[in-house]
């Protein structure tokens, strides 16, 4: 069958991506149509009803996923200890969506061996700073497309203003974002605690008060933007683990119902 392209969307790394009206399908391929991966998959006729235009949910398929919802995830006053990771744990059981910390794969490209990069990650997380957003995104993107989704939740990310304009530029914008709330009493004790056994070299107490310092500075806006345009969902998360996912379980089962 022949296929009309409706819609392209540009990515990282010279890939771009294909909305097929006829066959309602999305591709990603490479700009230059050089031989490179090509992902595909056929969208459900009932959830690719709008296909005159860039419908939200298309650019999502921008990774090879079908169509849903994307969640991302981020931190609340003073972030880091809120329990996003934990949270996410669960969400991932119930929905199904994949989970990609961006700690997680700035600390797994730390140990890749000969990795560009690796250094100035350590020396960043060490700091409490963020790492420059190329690193992170390549990270992000590369997992999306390898993980053949319709669901992502990005944990941690983005950190910075300057990250979420460009993400949502060059690979996809989010669906809704969920901030966990939470002072930051609670938080230290929660990461002293979690640095008994966890071995991150960011989980002590100089390290963590330059981390909240540099969530209030660089992350807080972020929430900020999102609430400007009506993603966020703010969490008190204070209470107990089973408590809190209480409180997010309704807003995920809300925000698919829309999709
Ligand atoms: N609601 C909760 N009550 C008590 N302890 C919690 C709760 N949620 C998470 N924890 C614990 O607090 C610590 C931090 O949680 P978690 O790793 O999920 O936070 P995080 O926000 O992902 O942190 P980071 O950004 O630093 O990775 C963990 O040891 C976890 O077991
Ligand atoms: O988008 C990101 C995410 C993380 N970092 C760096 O990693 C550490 C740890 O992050 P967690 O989310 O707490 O696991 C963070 O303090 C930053 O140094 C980043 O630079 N960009």
């Given at each position: 069958m022949q296929r009309t392209v409706t819609d392209s969307f540009k990515l990282f790394q010279g890939l771009k991506v294909s909305f097929h009206r006829s066959t309602r399908a999305f591709s990603v391929s490479p700009i230059n149509n050089h031989e490179v991966k090509v992902k595909r998959q056929k969208v459900k006729p009932s959830q690719a009803q709008n296909t005159k235009g860039p419908h939200p949910l298309a650019i999502l398929?921008?990774?090879?996923?079908?169509?849903?919802a994307y969640v991302t995830l981020v931190k609340s006053r003073g972030g880091p200890g809120s329990g996003k990771g934990t949270q996410c744990a669960k969400i991932v059981q119930d929905f199904g969506f994949i989970h990609?910390?961006?700690?997680?794969?700035?600390?797994k490209e730390q140990e890749r061996p000969n990795s560009p990069d690796g250094e100035l990650i350590t020396k960043y997380i060490k700091e409490g700073k963020i790492v420059p957003m190329e690193i992170t995104i390549g990270l992000l993107e590369k997992a999306m497309i390898e993980n053949d989704s319709n669901r992502f939740l990005i944990d941690g990310f983005p950190r910075q203003l300057d990250q979420a304009h460009a993400f949502e530029k060059e690979v996809v914008e989010a669906t809704c974002i969920l901030f966990f709330d939470c002072p930051e009493e609670v938080m230290l004790k929660r990461l002293l605690k979690r640095g008994e056994t966890s071995g991150r070299s960011d989980d002590n107490r100089e390290t963590i008060k330059k981390r909240f310092k540099t969530f209030i500075e660089s992350s807080y806006p972020v929430v900020e933007y999102y609430r400007t345009l009506g993603k966020v969902h703010t969490i008190p998360c204070t209470e107990g683990v089973d408590e809190v996912y209480a409180k997010v379980k309704p807003i995920l089962n809300e925000v698919l119902k829309q999709k």
């Open positions: 398929a921008v990774l090879s996923v079908g169509v849903s990609l910390s961006a700690g997680d794969l700035l600390r």
